[in-house]
């Protein structure tokens, strides 16, 4: 039974989303938030076998060689990111069912979002290499048609840098799984779990690439906040929620669960990227390039707390992934509410909407709390639980930088709320906006408040699966 919520979680969102192609469109919209609910429905049912400390496998398919196997493979890491990739993918979707009510293409657009859930998905829980770089393309051919789904020129040159910018970075990693497989003629992860292998920095280093690209981490990071402004705003919600975050699965299962490599330079790397990011938010006016520039200092951060290779690292990195996908996901849903309602995403034109919207500004501004590390949200204990990591290292400067990043965020997410919601009057040129749009940035928000007030419940799968991976 296990085996058939796995395959189901992975399967039905990955074949139906192709029936989003054939549907009419009231069908196709309630088909694809059907497909990948029951994705994250079926996965719930995983939770209580991986929260014990249990994992779970499934081989369908090896081809000779070793080099390619259609296999699976759950334990408390895929879990985790898998919940989350299926719940924030759900939560998009059934707030297009009214931000896309009037766009063209989408018979696309529905057929593309719920393939891009389903190979995160897929990804997750993928135990050979190269079906997890599989499931990575699509992933990366899903982004580039959604980034440039509105078709303009100029939108186009986005997408299409957004597309060659991830694949160079996955070009170089599949080099590094070429060469991993020549040195050990085996692609699967619990094989290679703990083997020693020749020239391991070469390959990782070469891996290492394609996380970063995929990840937004400094310096290949300015394609995400060209492709924010352009998108679709639940398609954003998706991108900087989960897809970036693709690429720190990718670190977590290869450098710190199967070969247990870190070098200190990531460090350093990570903190200056999201020290970067959080300056260049602070200068922004597009709503949607602030938060994309957040979400390059905030992966940063959770790369920060894996890159230290401890238990409590590995764990802050997992729980404020949790923290920084949810509310992540709910500010760009809000930056989609505001600019439907003004037609504008500068926050110098804007102001004063906590008067005509209170329950939408509290909702978004539960969110940035969240981000920006404020009692009692879950952001703030994974941020806290990051900065003791790394002081329990003796990496003290990092630990620095990290607090002052820390504090850059509040300013910048401060400066957004005031310039949506608070100071002049609303601008006069408004629209009626939906309240399922509005329910959905809520509810988002509702969430990060109750992971931060049950935060032992919350921690409870990231805790079970750094336990199993340093057992």
């Known amino acids: 039974m296990l085996a058939f919520f796995l395959m189901g979680a992975v399967w039905i969102p990955l074949i139906g989303s192709l029936f989003c192609l054939l549907f009419p469109r009231k069908v196709r919209e309630g088909w694809a938030v059907g497909i990948v609910g029951l994705s994250f429905v079926l996965l719930l049912f995983l939770t209580g076998w991986i929260i014990q400390g249990k994992s779970l496998q499934i081989d369908i398919l090896s081809l000779k060689g070793g080099y390619f196997a259609l296999s699976f493979f759950a334990d408390g890491i895929s879990l985790t990111f898998a919940l989350i990739f299926s719940f924030v993918?759900?939560?998009?979707?059934?707030?297009?069912?009214?931000?896309?009510?009037?766009?063209?293409?989408?018979?696309?657009?529905?057929?593309?979002?719920?393939?891009?859930?389903?190979?995160?998905?897929?990804?997750?829980?993928?135990r050979n290499l190269v079906l997890f770089y599989i499931f990575w393309e699509i992933a990366a051919l899903t982004t580039w048609r959604l980034v440039g789904f509105y078709r303009e020129e100029r939108i186009v040159w986005i997408a299409d840098k957004t597309f060659l910018m991830t694949f160079l970075g996955s070009s170089f990693m599949l080099m590094g799984f070429c060469l991993l497989y020549i040195q050990t003629g085996s692609l699967d992860l619990i094989q290679l779990k703990g083997v020693a292998v020749p020239n391991i920095n070469l390959i990782l280093f070469l891996?290492?690439?394609?996380?970063?690209?995929?990840?937004?981490?400094?310096?290949?990071?300015?394609?995400?906040?060209?492709?924010?402004?352009?998108?679709?705003?639940p398609m954003s919600a998706i991108l900087s929620g989960v897809e970036v975050e693709i690429g720190l699965l990718g670190f977590l299962r290869i450098f710190v669960w199967m070969a247990?490599?870190?070098?200190?330079?990531?460090?350093?790397?990570?903190?200056?990227?999201?020290?970067?990011?959080a300056g260049a938010a602070l200068v922004e006016k597009d709503i949607k390039r602030i938060i994309a520039y957040s979400t390059v200092s905030q992966v940063g951060y959770i790369l920060l707390g894996f890159a230290l290779l401890?238990?409590?690292?590995?764990?802050?990195?997992?729980?404020?992934?949790?923290?920084?996908?949810?509310?992540?996901?709910?500010?760009?849903?809000?930056?989609?509410?505001?600019?439907?309602?003004?037609?504008?995403?500068?926050?110098?034109?804007?102001?004063?909407?906590?008067?005509?919207?209170?329950?939408?500004?509290?909702?978004?501004?539960?969110?940035?709390?969240?981000?920006?590390?404020?009692?009692?949200?879950?952001?703030?204990?994974?941020?806290?639980?990051?900065?003791?990591?790394?002081?329990?290292?003796?990496?003290?400067?990092?630990a620095t930088l990290a607090i002052a990043t820390a504090i850059l965020t509040m300013l910048y997410l401060f400066r957004l709320f005031n310039g949506i919601f608070m100071g002049k009057e609303v601008p006069e040129k408004s629209t009626s906006s939906s309240r399922l749009m509005i329910g959905c940035v809520v509810f988002l928000g509702i969430i990060s408040l109750v992971i931060g007030i049950f935060i032992t419940q919350s921690l409870g799968l990231p805790v079970a699966a750094v336990a199993e991976m340093f057992k």
């Open 207 to 233: 891996i290492f690439l394609g996380i970063i690209a995929k990840s937004a981490i400094l310096p290949l990071h300015t394609w995400l906040s060209d492709a924010h402004p352009v998108a679709p705003s």
């Open 260 to 277: 247990g490599v870190s070098w200190n330079w990531i460090l350093i790397l990570a903190v200056v990227s999201s020290l970067i990011g």
């Open 310 to 398: 401890t238990r409590i690292g590995v764990v802050a990195g997992l729980l404020y992934f949790i923290v920084h996908a949810i509310a992540k996901a709910s500010l760009f849903l809000g930056a989609g509410v505001v600019e439907r309602k003004y037609g504008t995403r500068d926050i110098t034109k804007l102001g004063g909407l906590m008067k005509t919207s209170p329950v939408f500004g509290i909702g978004f501004l539960f969110s940035a709390f969240s981000i920006a590390g404020f009692p009692p949200f879950g952001g703030f204990y994974a941020k806290l639980m990051v900065i003791m990591g790394v002081v329990k290292e003796s990496h003290f400067w990092v």
């Open 89 to 126: 993918g759900l939560v998009s979707l059934i707030y297009s069912l009214s931000y896309m009510k009037e766009q063209e293409n989408q018979r696309e657009y529905y057929f593309m979002t719920s393939l891009m859930i389903a190979s995160l998905i897929g990804a997750s829980f993928s």
